[in-house]
């Protein structure tokens, strides 16, 4: 019998209505597993026990008919979505005393649905960082195997929903921190067309580039939870649309260049799939987009140090070396350079849907292009060599970022030291339903989202 | 590193540390003078860079990017919530 924390989020929702499960039940297995798993994982800074516990009791007195599409679902976020009376971390011990006054637009809808947010999870300080690393809460390990990094800023969230903690969590991406640790942890993450989502009640990291989203174990449950976050019906109705007749997009350049020799066979298994699916694969050729990501960093880095400059000026200790070094960079870039790079989104966007998206409706690519890296290998150990980590982390999702185009992660199989490979589908703006019903076709035919990692065995 | 060497990176990190504090007010230890000393350096090239295949961007306004964003073609127009 399957275990009730195994369950997709859409599952577990139809046990919990129909009175199969209770929300006390399920909330207390969750609880349960969190102390018995996270000792190896570290992928949880704090849990609200008492207020998880009472929600609990509330919603199972709830009659069936007002139990929402969440109802008893235990969620976990990001410790930078803020809850009004409750402490926002943002991943740094020094801001343990940040209790806040606001509650993010995003936990109140979800709470309205029913779910109950019990734990704030571990998080790259202040959001800064791709690889899971944070030096006061500690490295959040790949639940898939421990030395391995889990990937970030979002770490956490990935790894709690991976681990089986929670259904799913709200994460945010700005140059990649939903969909890397989505991709390094196995599960599957969106990141919205820019502006989609409220950002209201959450930390900003860089107002033009930051994009919340969902990550959950599968496309289906993320569609729910975009519903849910947007107040619409959409997401998870075009799950079940009739097959759409659309040209998928394999890039011959840069998203296929110096690829790992796993990341390669298994991005081939995943054109495969699509192909066995009856959908058409076009040879699409894709401009170098190295440039994007770099001027991203001439973006979000003034942008992140105008957003902490008075902790700069008033006590800099109270950021970590490796975040300040990021914050110091942004204090770096010419005015007219932020400008300029600026207004090269619109012109970049352009050539983009001119180009690429016009030959095809949407690209397909590996998430990553290296195979996850042990801990121990991007560690920041200087600046040449903490640079070019990151670039091969980063490659394919920073892009995005600076094009403010949506993209979907989802597994696509495991590399020969245990841990997930993924895949990356880029749409147009707004193409979220198209991208999360060709992940749900997906998923549902190569079942990769379905392996499970084994917690203190790796 | 020869000694001319030398006294350019220490010049570089005196600069960077001048315009931290004159500038923005930050008494920077010797590590982030040189990140913002690298990063000056970096960032002043990528820009150039990238718009050297652009013939001009005298046209192009920032708030372009959103109204490309929400145009017809990339637009997701979904049906009102029942």
Redesign the interface.
């Known amino acids: 019998m399957i275990h009730p924390l195994d369950l997709d989020l859409r599952a577990i929702v139809r046990l919990l209505h129909a009175g199969k499960i209770s929300a006390t039940e399920l909330i207390h297995e969750a609880l349960a597993t969190v102390a018995r798993d996270d000792t190896f994982i570290n992928a949880v800074i704090d849990i609200s026990r008492d207020r998880a516990l009472e929600e609990a009791a509330l919603l199972d007195r709830l009659p069936s008919e007002m139990r929402g599409p969440l109802h008893g679902v235990p969620l976990a976020h990001k410790d930078m979505f803020y809850r009004n009376g409750e402490v926002s971390s943002l991943g740094s011990k020094q801001m343990m005393a940040n209790v806040k006054t606001q509650t993010s637009s995003l936990l109140r809808r979800l709470d309205e649905a029913g779910a109950i947010s019990f734990a704030r999870l571990n998080m790259a300080q202040f959001a800064m960082g791709p690889t899971g690393d944070n030096p006061d809460f500690g490295r959040c390990r790949n639940p898939f195997a421990h030395d391995r990094i889990s990937g970030g800023s979002s770490s956490g969230s990935a790894a709690a929903v991976a681990a089986r903690y929670a259904f799913a969590a709200l994460g945010s991406d700005t140059g990649g921190s939903i969909r890397l640790p989505a991709a390094l942890c196995g599960v599957v993450g969106l990141k919205p067309?820019?502006?989609l989502m409220p950002t209201d009640g959450m930390m900003g990291l860089s107002e033009s580039l930051d994009a919340p989203g969902p990550i959950a174990r599968a496309s289906g449950d993320v569609a729910r939870i975009m519903d849910i976050l947007l107040?619409?019906?959409?997401y998870e109705a075009a799950l079940d649309a009739p097959r759409p007749v659309v040209r998928i997009g394999v890039p011959s350049s840069y998203y296929c260049d110096d690829l790992d020799g796993e990341v390669a066979t298994s991005y081939q298994a995943a054109i495969e799939s699509f192909i066995a699916l009856g959908f058409e694969i076009v040879e699409v050729d894709v401009p170098d987009h190295t440039?994007f990501a770099?001027?991203a960093?001439?973006i979000w880095?003034p942008e992140a140090a105008a957003l902490h400059?008075h902790t700069?000026?008033s006590a800099?200790h109270k950021i970590a070396?490796q975040a300040?070094?990021?914050l110091?960079?942004?204090?770096?870039?010419?005015a007219v350079?932020y400008?300029?790079?600026?207004?090269?989104?619109?012109?970049m966007?352009?050539e983009m849907?001119d180009g690429p998206l016009r030959s095809c409706d949407v690209l397909l690519t590996p998430a990553i292009r290296i195979a996850p890296p042990l801990a121990v290998d991007v560690a920041a150990t200087g600046?040449e060599a903490m640079r070019r980590n990151l670039e091969g982390i980063t490659a394919f999702t920073r892009p995005l970022n600076f094009l403010?185009l949506p993209g979907l992660v989802t597994p696509a199989g495991l590399a020969s030291s245990g841990t997930p490979l993924s895949i990356q589908i880029i749409g147009?703006?707004?193409?979220?339903?198209l991208l999360l019903q060709l992940g749900y076709l997906f998923e549902q035919h190569c079942k990769h989202n379905r392996i499970r990692p084994k917690i203190g065995m790796a | 590193m020869s000694e001319a060497a030398d006294r350019e990176a220490a010049a570089s990190l005196h600069a960077a540390r001048r315009t931290?504090k004159t500038?923005?007010?930050?008494?920077?230890?010797d590590?982030?003078?040189v990140?913002?000393?690298?990063?000056?350096k970096r960032?002043?090239l990528?820009?150039p860079?990238?718009?050297a295949n652009?013939t001009s961007?005298f046209d192009?306004?920032?708030s372009?990017?959103?109204a490309?964003?929400?145009s017809p073609?990339?637009?997701?127009d979904?049906?009102a919530?029942?």
Not at chain 2, 23 to 29: K, N, P, R
Not at chain 2, 73 to 76: K, L, S, T
């Open positions: 067309t820019q502006n107040g619409r019906n959409v440039h770099d001027l960093d001439v880095k400059l700069l000026q800099p070396e300040r070094a990021r110091t960079q942004g204090l770096a870039t010419s350079d400008i300029r790079a600026r207004q090269l989104r619109s012109a966007l352009a849907l600046a403010g147009r703006p707004f193409a979220e339903p | 931290l500038v923005f007010g930050i008494d920077a230890e590590g982030d003078a990140w913002f000393a690298r990063e000056q960032t002043s990528i820009v860079r990238a718009l652009q961007l192009v306004r920032m372009d990017f959103d490309l964003l929400h073609e990339g637009r997701y979904p049906p919530r029942s």
